[in-house]
């Protein structure tokens, strides 16, 4: 997932999170919530490996993204979970391909020949997810270039604060790109959302196994990061992150009134999760420390 070279070609750039330049906005590309918007213009191809069908298409801003569909199975609280977890990942320093908000018209359908992906496009109407497209890039491979303890050990640590299940050895959801690891795919994250109740909601614990974790091998004692990364997440961070989210998205969730109330719970997990004494960096340290 990265930059077209096309999308670069005589427009200025600045620089975006200290990862790297992107385009300044363009005429017709409109900050939403603190993300861009660009509109689908021509779907390329699928993704077939990925399980919710997601898929290539060009923007009118010439850019490649790799489009999360709305009408996929998992609905818009894999989207939403994508740009938490993504967004959160990258105020704390991880590298994480540009988060856009997409706007598609199921016209393109018209011109796609695969039934399967035709009823998705016409699904999937309004405002979906695209991250930017990487050329080049491949699965990461630990065993091919051993990432550093420091590494490791964070990533461990932000896949168990938000739940994130989905990166194991047998789908590591990261990228090696021009020599650096980037994250991707978050939408099986905070994964209490797609039956939370307020009634019930933060439980006192929620199950992480840690024992498939792509980076459990590598990683180091816990503590000194846990002090680190839980300190950087602040109620202000929290509204920033969360602010990202399209009320539009939020107002779908049956069991919250509002957007804010929505963002309110999100919060709440996240104040509890990261409160004194934390039990699951306990019990992710004992996993660690099994391994080794």
Not at 57 to 74: I, S, W
Not at 182 to 193: E, K, N, Q, T
């Amino acid at each position: 997932m990265g930059s077209d070279p096309r999308r670069l070609r005589g427009r200025r750039l600045e620089p975006v999170g200290g990862d790297r330049p992107r385009p300044a906005m363009m005429p017709g590309v409109n900050a939403t919530n603190g993300l861009r918007t660009v509109a689908a213009t021509r779907y390329v191809t699928p993704f077939r490996e990925g399980g919710s069908l997601p898929g290539l298409v060009e923007a009118d801003d010439l850019g490649m993204y790799v489009l999360k569909f709305r009408g996929a199975g998992q609905g818009v609280k894999a989207l939403v979970a994508e740009i938490v977890v993504g967004e959160l990942a990258r105020r704390l320093g991880f590298r994480v391909p540009e988060i856009v908000l997409v706007e598609l018209d199921p016209e393109l359908a018209r011109a796609e020949p695969d039934q399967e992906v035709q009823e998705l496009l016409r699904a999937s109407g309004g405002v979906n997810l695209g991250l930017d497209y990487l050329p080049g890039s491949f699965d990461y491979n630990p065993v091919v270039r051993e990432p550093s303890t420091d590494l490791a050990t964070r990533l461990l640590w932000l896949d168990a604060l938000t739940l994130n299940v989905d990166r194991s050895w047998r789908n590591p959801n990261t990228l090696l790109w021009h020599r650096e690891l980037w994250l991707i795919d978050h939408g099986a994250a905070l994964y209490f959302h797609h039956s939370w109740t307020p009634e019930r909601f933060p439980a006192a614990s929620y199950r992480f196994d840690a024992a498939d974790h792509l980076m459990l091998p590598f990683a180091g004692p816990l503590a000194e990061v846990d002090a680190e990364l839980s300190a950087k997440i602040t109620p202000e961070l929290l509204r920033e992150v969360l602010a990202l989210v399209p009320d539009q998205w939020l107002a779908q969730d049956e069991a919250y009134g509002s957007p804010e109330a929505v963002r309110a719970a999100y919060t709440q997990f996240f104040t509890t999760r990261l409160a004194q004494p934390r039990a699951w960096v306990d019990a992710l340290e004992a996993a660690r420390a099994a391994r080794v």
